[in-house]
DNA sequence: CGGCATCCGAGGGGATACTG
DNA sequence: CAGTATCCCCTCGGATGCCG
């Protein structure tokens, strides 16, 4: 079976691509796959995001955050307590990427060994 | 699968998740989504993956697909014909990768409308 | 606790010129 | 045609310090 038997769907992405661009763009910088994935499972606050997505900033979770906010992926809820207390939540289109970005990092997880022989195989032969 | 290493890494040198970070990385940079997406229905040549992705400069396609090639997600082909050829085209690691790769592209491009308008919602309340 | 402001260094990436 | 090599800008992002 070739690449050509296999039949996927086809955005309209050559009339009007840039505004695709610029959400994958989006989804695809450093630090947002982390967020989604750390958001999974319900609310996380801010410090608890920042232990769980290793190697993160605070400046760079916080950055991100914004801009995923401003998409309307995730939700930020602040509770006027003292000390503060911010929860961030995927919303209902946030959760419908889950899925996406899920069977993607499935992907890596499960391809990994795949990847890294690969890489060995081709630091040796050159 | 073992997500809970993304989840909840341990706070020491976690030898387990880095893997997965890094071929997400990779997967997640600004080009070689996009490379994918112009490979999937099979054979391209240097000059053709140029023109389909919207932007790239020569440098940045080379050093892309070099190291799609080093993770054996894509194959280079050389006719030596004058003037040379040569063919890039997904390995069949490459193409399990297809899949998670265009729910993501569909995921953007049929919910850019929806996108677009959370944004424009956020700076008019900011 | 959950930010924002500022500084600054590394490197991503564009433009250009040259080669097999 | 399909690259390499070089220069150089400029953004990304880490570190640090201050605030509500």
Same mark, same amino acid.
């Given at each position: 079976? %070739? =690449?050509?038997?296999? #039949?996927?769907?086809?955005?309209?992405?050559?009339?009007?691509?840039?505004?695709?661009?610029e959400i994958l763009d989006r989804i695809a910088d450093k630090w947002s796959l982390y967020i989604f994935v750390a958001l999974?499972?319900?609310?996380?606050?801010?410090?608890?995001?920042?232990?769980q997505i290793d190697g993160i900033s605070q400046r760079m979770l916080t950055? %991100? =955050?914004?801009?995923? #906010?401003r998409d309307g992926l995730?939700?930020?809820t602040?509770?006027?307590t003292i000390p503060p207390r911010v929860d961030y939540e995927l919303t209902a289109v946030g959760r419908s990427l889950l899925?996406?970005?899920m069977a993607?990092?499935?992907?890596a997880d499960s391809n990994r060994d795949?990847?890294?022989?690969?890489?060995?195989?081709?630091?040796?032969?050159r």
């Open positions: 079976m %070739t =690449l050509s038997d296999i #039949e996927f769907p086809t955005p309209s992405e050559d009339a009007d691509c840039r505004p695709v661009r999974k499972d319900g609310p996380v606050r801010f410090n608890a995001l920042r232990r950055i %991100t =955050l914004r801009q995923l #906010e995730i939700s930020r602040l509770f006027p899925a996406p970005v993607l990092v499935t992907w795949v990847i890294e022989e690969a890489r060995r195989q081709h630091d040796q032969t």
